[in-house]
Nanobody
Framework: QVQLVESGGGLVQAGGSLRLSCAAS????????MGWFRQAPGEEREFVAA????????VYADSAKGRHTISRDNAKNTMYLQMNSLQSEDTAVYYC??????????????????WGQGTQVTVSS
């Protein structure tokens, strides 16, 4: 089992930045690939970024490339998403997810076993 708790969401003006955190507990953090997803009202949950167990491999959605950075600190059992140049279309609930997969981290929500409760990000224009 893995328990995930997101934090760091909030209200920010367009062009601003936020840093989301995902604190994990349960089985060893380094045994999980991790991902960030988001869901806006009335929309499907969509992939944002993912990172493999060791942190050496990352994958980004096109909307996140060049603006956001995913990272993890296995010693602190925590994953991060640094979001820059935020725009109104980034407004959503952001979720972190974990799965015991090896290799390239998954990008589909169906491939993740454990989820956090989400943190709201609102970008005002």
């Amino acid at each position: 089992q893995v328990q995930l708790v997101e934090s760091g969401g909030g209200l920010v003006q367009a062009g601003g930045s936020l840093r989301l955190s995902c604190a994990a507990s349960g089985r060893p953090f380094s045994s999980n690939a991790m991902g960030w997803f988001r869901q806006a009202p009335g929309e499907e949950r969509e992939f944002v970024a993912a990172i493999n167990r060791g942190g050496g491999s990352t994958v980004y959605a096109d909307s996140a490339k060049g603006r956001h950075t995913i990272s993890r600190d296995n010693a602190k059992n925590t994953m991060y998403l640094q979001m820059n140049s935020l725009q109104s279309e980034d407004t959503a609930v952001y979720y972190c997810a974990a799965d015991r997969v090896f290799g390239r981290p998954p990008t589909s929500p169906s491939e993740y076993e454990f989820w956090g409760q989400g943190t709201q990000v609102t970008v005002s224009s």
